[in-house]
């Protein structure tokens, strides 16, 4: 199975950007994409972004279209989400997760079994 480790969390001001990478051990011909859940606590897992990996267009929930930028690196094998004004609302464990297949109206997840352990981002004053 792909291991899929991320970085860049942290706490930030609202208003403030973040960059989160995800380093997978290797881009499998068996996924898709990759992208990103977020988990608030007491809440459920919601999807953010996902990229494909051999081109092709992303997908952003509507909530951070306009604030965050998903893309690739096939040579380093990273996926990156770059987060500009953020906002409370953001706060939670990001994931770097697998996908299926996306579609014009989101993702296709893999099971949360093949997801990163995540990084936790903080939007608090």
């Known amino acids: 199975q792909v291991q899929l480790v991320e970085s860049g969390g942290g706490l930030v001001q609202p208003g403030g950007s973040l960059e989160l990478s995800c380093t997978a051990s290797k881009f499998s011909s068996d996924y898709y994409g990759l992208g990103w859940v977020r988990q608030a606590p007491g809440r459920e897992p919601e999807e953010v972004s996902c990229i494909p990996l051999s081109g092709g267009f992303p997908y952003y929930d509507d909530s951070v279209k306009g604030r965050f930028t998903i893309s690739r690196d096939s040579a380093k094998n990273t996926v990156a989400l770059q987060m500009t004004n953020l906002k409370p609302e953001d706060t939670g464990v990001y994931h770097c997760?697998?996908?299926?297949?996306?579609?014009?109206?989101?993702?296709?997840?893999?099971?949360?079994?093949?997801w990163g352990k995540g990084t936790l981002v903080n939007v608090s004053e």
């Open positions: 997760a697998p996908v299926q297949a996306i579609v014009y109206n989101g993702c296709s997840w893999y099971h949360k079994g093949f």
